[in-house]
Nanobody, 119 residues
């Protein structure tokens, strides 16, 4: 079982920056993909960014060019650097780990951290 703990959320003004961290209880090199999702009130949970074990990264169009996902395998930690924040980025951000073991797949979630961007 993988445990994920997010930190770094808070209140920031539009145009500001914030960095989120996700510490995993397992060596993340054994995880197929790590990602950040967000969920705003009244909306579905949305994939923001993901990083795969091979090193490739994907971003939602709405954050491309502003957000950067990275990982530190030594610290078993994934980061989301958020720049040029907009009020539309306000949401609860969740860390996710995807793991495939033979025919089974697993999704693990952190508790979430609130990001609020004021205009």
């Amino acid at each position: 079982q993988v445990h994920l703990v997010e930190s770094g959320g808070g209140l920031v003004q539009a145009g500001g920056s914030l960095t989120l961290s996700c510490a995993a209880s397992i060596n993340i090199v054994s995880i197929n993909a790590m990602g950040w999702y967000r969920q705003a009130p009244g909306k579905q949970r949305e994939l923001v960014a993901s990083i795969f074990s091979g090193g490739s990264r994907n971003y939602a169009d709405s954050v491309k060019g502003r957000f950067t996902i990275s990982r530190d395998n030594t610290k078993n930690t994934v980061y989301l650097q958020m720049n040029s924040l907009k009020p539309e980025d306000t949401a609860v951000y969740y860390c996710n780990a995807f793991q495939r073991l033979s025919e089974l797949t697993y999704n693990y979630w952190g508790q979430g951290t609130q990001v609020t961007v004021s205009s």
